[in-house]
């Protein structure tokens, strides 16, 4: 693809270092010989679906895409998934990320040339989308690059299986945010018009673990419960008092739940079991009342079975963490929007009670995750996610590749986690 020409250098009281209308011209540029290639690629993939780890094809068309462009990807070990670096390594390092994956959906889609092709696969929550997005910000920023014109390191993350979850925990092992001093993501929102952004800071997503609580006593018969332990009365009230009792143990404003999906014991009206199971899910919009809730859970279930002289045991399994976004970088994708949309583009978004593994990242990192406008404005229509009948206007892939590019080239000009820092003397944005 050919370079771009640089653009003169913005003075020192024209938000210097983060480009202004010059960059926004050298976007419209890349975009006119751009978006129709962009939205084809989308295509492909939506045609072609794969689940978490198994989206070899996806990989493989995206490191193909990258390498024409003169960038070197580097696949995850697993096989699927990719990490790919543009610019210096001097300067700061920002990431960002792009879940690859599809659902295990049928396309129910009709009427469009791009259904998939895989039955019960489907790209039904905008990963096709979010991977397009990255890839586009990514090829103008290798532009960029190629011209000396980036102060620092932008690393594209191709993350597989999010919907499993577990990618994210990949590509942290891979050493994919190690350096790496902001991350940005962006989540495709039917709710928002093309052309908004959705922005909140502090929790945006939601922590959801599972749980399994097994009941064991010696059983026996229902007329002497009084010579035996009344499981089934005990396994009741623990699936009654647990989340009750935990709620009293966090702040509300944490909306710490625990809720049971499903309870069995017994086999018969006339005999006391010997065991019983319950089985449910915890979300939490904290991260550190998130953290709290196994050690509360199990000693509030030891407190309980004492109760009525029955065993329990807790199994506990960990899912995501709540993606509490970092102020400062909300106000990066903030900046960039009024940069390179409108003014008043971004708009607010409430916490989802959703998980969304990108939370992994910003445990060890600062960052924000954005949501995208992805419905036709004015449109009557409404698609949710995760339904087979999901699809966004696909203007907004032009739309995310301008909020990109300018949050990063925000973040790096502002030093990553340092804050405001100066451009270098003599270099200049696209």
């Not at 070197?72 to 390092?93: A, F, K, N």
């Not at 399994?212 to 229902?222: A, E, I, L, R």
């Not at 995750?369 to 409404?382: F, Q």
């Amino acid at each position: 693809m050919p370079g771009l020409e640089p653009p003169e250098r913005p003075e020192r009281g024209e938000a210097a270092g983060l480009g202004g209308a010059a960059l926004q011209l050298q976007l419209d540029a890349f975009l006119s010989r751009q978006e129709s290639a962009l939205i084809e690629f989308r295509r492909d993939l939506h045609m072609h679906p794969e689940l978490g780890y198994a989206e070899y094809r996806t990989t493989k068309r995206i490191a193909e895409r990258l390498t024409e462009a003169g960038l070197d990807p580097r696949v995850l070990p697993r096989g699927t998934g990719l990490i790919c670096d543009i610019g210096p390594e001097d300067g700061p390092t920002i990431a960002l990320r792009a879940d690859i994956d599809a659902l295990p959906l049928q396309d129910e889609k009709s009427g469009v040339p791009y259904r998939s092709t895989v039955p019960g696969v489907a790209h039904a929550c905008g990963h096709d989308v979010h991977t397009t997005m990255v890839l586009g910000a990514g090829l103008f920023l290798a532009q960029q690059a190629a011209a000396g014109l980036l102060p620092g390191r932008v690393r594209l993350l191709f993350q597989p299986a999010e919907e499993t979850p577990g990618g994210a925990l990949d590509v942290m092992a891979a050493g994919g945010i190690c350096g790496v001093d902001r991350a940005f993501a962006l989540h495709c929102d039917p709710r928002i018009e093309v052309g908004q952004l959705g922005l909140r800071t502090g929790p945006i997503t939601a922590a959801c673990d599972k749980v399994y609580v097994k009941v064991t006593g010696p059983g026996g018969h229902t007329a002497r419960p009084h010579l035996t332990a009344d499981l089934v009365y005990a396994l009741a009230k623990i699936v009654t008092e647990l989340p009750s009792a935990l709620s009293r143990r966090v702040d509300p404003r944490s909306s710490l739940s625990l809720v049971w999906g499903r309870v069995s014991a017994g086999s018969v009206a006339n005999a006391i079991p010997d065991d019983g199971i319950a089985e449910g899910t915890v979300r939490c919009l904290d991260d550190e009342a998130w953290h709290r809730a196994p050690e509360m859970m199990k000693s509030l279930l030891q407190s309980v079975a004492a109760a009525y002289d029955v065993e329990a045991s807790l199994e506990y399994v960990r899912g995501v963490p709540p993606t509490v976004n970092e102020a400062a970088s909300v106000q990066m994708f903030r900046d960039a929007a009024a940069q390179v949309l409108d003014e008043d583009a971004a708009v607010p978004t409430p916490q989802s009670l959703g998980g969304e593994d990108f939370g992994w990242y910003l445990e060890s990192i600062p960052g924000a995750l954005a949501r995208l406008g992805v419905r036709t404005p004015g449109s009557a229509g409404e698609y949710d996610l995760h339904r087979g009948d999901f699809d966004v206007d696909e203007s907004c892939i032009a739309v995310g590749v301008r909020v990109l590019t300018a949050t990063a080239l925000n973040a790096l000009w502002g030093g990553g986690r340092s804050g405001e820092a100066e451009p270098v003397e003599g270099a200049a944005l696209a």
